[in-house]
């Protein structure tokens, strides 16, 4: 069955970094565009960041640009967002969002920044 599975989730303290992973499986990966949301308390779900297929071609909200990078290994089904600089604004639970004819989404992993 289709899985999406984040990892790197976690306390740290404002200006630090996190490498959140998120592995699928059960579907043709790399066909899918990959997305990070995330989504804080009393707030909507929001993107993050997406990185499209084939062209890896890159999209940030504008409140991580500069400061978060995603990436991706077809080869080993797995997206990546590098979060460097964080912020306590940056805390919330973080989504993987696999789109292409199906949408799938992760479980989510907390990321806690403080201040």
């Known amino acids: 069955q289709v899985q999406l599975v984040e990892s790197g989730g976690g306390l740290v303290q404002a200006g630090g970094s996190l490498r959140l992973s998120c592995a699928g499986s059960g579907f043709s990966f790399s066909r899918y565009a990959m997305s990070w949301y995330r989504q804080a308390p009393g707030k909507e779900r929001e993107v993050v960041a997406t990185?499209?297929?084939?062209?890896?071609?890159?999209y940030y909200a504008e409140s991580v640009k500069g400061r978060f990078t995603i990436s991706r290994d077809n080869a080993k089904t797995t997206v990546y967002l590098q979060m460097n600089s964080l912020k306590p604004e940056d805390t919330a639970v973080y989504y993987c969002n696999a789109r292409w004819n199906y949408v799938y989404w992760g479980q989510g992993t907390q990321v806690t920044v403080s201040s």
């Open positions: 990185i499209r297929t084939p062209s890896g071609s890159t």
